[in-house]
């Protein structure tokens, strides 16, 4: 592309014909990424680089990627559904800022990629300046970039909202985006974003623990089975093994902070007491009491959710019986109060009391298959599964 074509295009002066709702740390945010930039040697009437990493660079990127890809997938997927009206794009991209994939208006998405906002490009404040992707990398906060608040004056045509996706150590895994044209600013997208991030961090962890036991609570009953529950996961002897933003919030700590402490410090109660309340109470949630953060000292409210013991193989939490080789003296073996079955009849057995959980979930919800894989702490697609291979094998 030639670039004095390039520039004359993109490089007017962007109109801003109304006042972005901001907290009021967001100027102050704007103005201290612009001093970054400078320091960097970036200058405001620099065309951006548009060349993306090599074909094979770019799928190396990928495949790095692969489990954030699928996860983030189907929520970049609804996302576009809802501001389909803007005729924007969802972008995600990698800690590094390289853009992983870009879906959403085709007429909106051709006229970006002159700006290279495509896959395989990087969008870190060092290579374009104040953006919405580098900035809420920098900053490690939901951003929103819009018109000549970007460094670039090239990209002041764009509005961008990006938030942050955080893994279950609680670092940035990637950065989900909105961007559109400056006249397609709506006040709630950066909330929308925000939200579809927390929802790709939830899969995450939900996926990455699947199976082990993970701890779901909230100060809220209600709030429980929500995007807004906080998850915690543990290992057989009360470690805490990560936890989703939601918790971190709502404990106030941090991820090296929680593994430290482990289950015990942290919620007072021990692994055997979870394991006696599934058995006997698993339709309550359990009430704990935090002793860090805003919540020390007073209740929150917990549900344990338990997937199929290839992790954990002393109890199964969803049925309350035991299972083989249970590790000696572990906590969940000794609140455990049915003999484990013997080694050659353990696969037949698991599978017996896997499935009697599952049929146990589904008669409960009233035949609500969502509703039983929400109460199991497993995808519906895998009770639909088993359901199918028992019928057939029966």
């Not at 409210?301 to 299972?323: E, H, I, K, M, Q």
Request: proline share 6%.
């Amino acid at each position: 592309m030639d670039s004095s074509r390039y520039a004359a295009r993109t490089l007017a002066p962007a109109s801003r014909p109304f006042e972005i709702a901001q907290g009021p740390g967001h100027q102050q945010s704007i103005e201290q990424s612009h001093q970054r930039c400078r320091a960097m040697g970036l200058t405001e009437n620099a065309i951006p680089e548009l060349n993306p990493i090599s074909a094979p660079g770019a799928r190396q990127v990928r495949e790095q990627h692969q489990r954030l890809f699928e996860h983030a997938t189907p929520v970049m997927e609804m996302l576009c559904e809802q501001i389909l009206f803007t005729k924007s794009i969802v972008a995600l991209a990698d800690a590094q800022g390289n853009t992983l994939q870009v879906v959403g208006d085709a007429g909106f998405l051709e006229r970006v990629q002159q700006v290279a906002l495509s896959p395989g490009v990087n969008w870190a404040e060092s290579t374009k300046g104040t953006n919405a992707v580098g900035t809420a990398l920098f900053t490690e906060t939901p951003t929103l970039v819009h018109a000549d608040e970007h460094f670039l004056a090239a990209n002041r045509f764009l509005t961008c909202s990006a938030s942050p996706i955080f893994d279950h150590a609680g670092q940035i895994m990637g950065v989900l985006d909105v961007s559109g044209h400056q006249l397609s600013y709506h006040p709630h997208t950066l909330a929308m974003v925000a939200m579809s991030a927390r929802m790709i961090e939830n899969h995450w962890f939900s996926d990455k623990f699947r199976h082990g036991l993970r701890l779901h609570f909230h100060s809220r009953p209600e709030m429980l089975g929500t995007m807004r529950e906080a998850m915690v996961a543990l290992s057989p002897d009360g470690s805490l093994l990560g936890a989703n933003r939601s918790a971190l919030e709502q404990l106030g700590l941090n991820v090296p902070a929680l593994r430290a402490l482990g289950l015990e410090a942290v919620f007072g109660t021990t692994v055997s007491a979870i394991a006696d309340h599934c058995r006997h109470h698993a339709d309550e949630p359990m009430r704990l009491y935090p002793q860090h953060g805003e919540l020390s000292g007073e209740p929150v409210y917990a549900r344990a959710l338990f997937n199929w013991p290839t992790f954990w193989p002393a109890v199964s939490l969803a049925t309350g019986v035991a299972l083989p080789q249970s590790p000696p003296g572990s906590p969940v073996a000794e609140a455990a109060a049915t003999p484990a079955p013997s080694r050659a009849n353990a696969s037949v057995t698991l599978q017996a009391h896997e499935m009697a959980a599952i049929r146990s979930a589904v008669e409960s919800a009233g035949g609500n298959i969502s509703r039983a894989a929400r109460q199991l702490g497993v995808a519906r697609n895998t009770i639909y599964r088993k359901l199918r291979a028992a019928d057939t094998a029966g």
